[in-house]
């Protein structure tokens, strides 16, 4: 089970698949200075182990989905531009 996601500085353009709410072990997701652009998923609340969840230097918004105040384990959150 992958349990930390690090693709920061990828030039990784498009949206955040719906499919990553699948991956229910992760801890760590880091998604920062990319080029990701629309909503952040609802899905991604699905991910109750997670502790960190960071998509600085994106384009995405404008609104956090009110779903990820449920995750119970949830540290740090970073959205900042």
Known sequence: NLIDLS????FLSG??????????ALRDLRMERNAL??????????LASLETLSFS?????P???VELASL???RVLDFSA
């Open 57 to 61: 230097g994106n384009f995405l918004g």
């Open 15 to 24: 949206t955040i698949p719906t499919e990553m709410g699948l991956m229910v």
């Open 7 to 10: 693709v920061s500085g990828n």
């Open 63 to 65: 609104d956090l989905p």
């Open 72 to 74: 119970p384990k949830l």
């Open 37 to 46: 652009t629309g909503m952040i998923p609802t899905e991604l609340a699905e």
